[in-house]
C-alpha cells in the first residue's frame, strides 16, 4: 500500500563506479539511506575499486540529454548532485538541460568538482572540462564542495587572490581566506574541505563560506581509518539529501558531515581476494 507522505526527490548526475564506492551508485545509496528517493544520470562508465582506478569513458551526450529530460518531465525533483563530468560536451549537455528545465533556480544544487579519482593520479577532468563547469555550472550551485587540492584548481583558474599564496594553504586561517575568495569571485556558497591538509595533525576542519557572509568551520578528530574511496562524492550526496528534505545550507553541511563520519568508522572490510576497504553507508 502506497503512503500519502510523498517522499522528497534527489538526481545524482555523476559517473557510474561499479564498485559503488564512489559516483551514482554511492550517491543514490546515500539519498536512499537519508529518506530521498534517488534517480540517476551517468555522466562516464568507469572501471575501478577502492584503491585501483583503471578507467573512464564518457557516455553519449543525446543519451544523457534525453534521459535528464525524461526525469524532469517525470519526477518532482527537489535537490540535483553533480559529481564528475569527464567531457565538456557532458557539462555542455548538463547546462543546456538546466537552462531549459523549468525548474532551474529554484531546485538547489550541489557541486563536487571531482579533478582525480581517489586511487592514483588519473585525471578525471582537464583544464577544459574544469573552465566549462567554471563558466556553465559554477554560478547555478547553491554549494560548491572542493576538497583542497580542488580549491586551489579553482582559484587558479578563476583568479582569486589569496595572500598565502595557493602553495602555502596549510591553516585553518589560509584555508578560510580560500573559501572567501571562490565565494566572493564565483558568487555562490564554497564549502572547502580540509581532510587532505596534513599539518592540520588530528582535527580536520571544513570551511563553509557564502559570498560577502560570514563563514563557518566544522571541525571533527581525525579518524584513524584507511583512506576510503569516495567520502567527497557521499559527502555532496548527502548535503543534496538533506536539502531536499528542506534543510538549509548550514544544517545540511553539519548532518551531513556527522553522517559521513560514522560511515567512515563503520567502514566495511574485506581481506581476500584483494583487501578492500568501503565506507558504510548503510550503518545507522
Known sequence: MSKDREVPVALTVAGFDGSAGAGVLADCRTFERLGVYGIAAPTALTVQRPGKFLSLNPVNERQLADQLALYGASYPIAAIKI?????IEIVQCVAEWLQSWDMDGEVPIVIDPVARATAGDEPLAGHTVYRALADQLFPRAALITPNLSEAIAMSELCGCAVSTGVAGISSVAAQQELAEALAD?????ILVKGGHMEARGGEICDVLRSPGGAGQV???ERLEVPDLHGTGCTLSAAIAAYLARGYEIKEAVHHARQDLLRWMQEHHRWREPAAVDALNATSR
Request: glycine share 24%.
Open 83 to 87: 559529481g564528475m563530468m569527464g567531457a
Open 185 to 189: 569571485t564565483i558568487g555562490v556558497p
Open 218 to 220: 566544522y571541525r571533527a
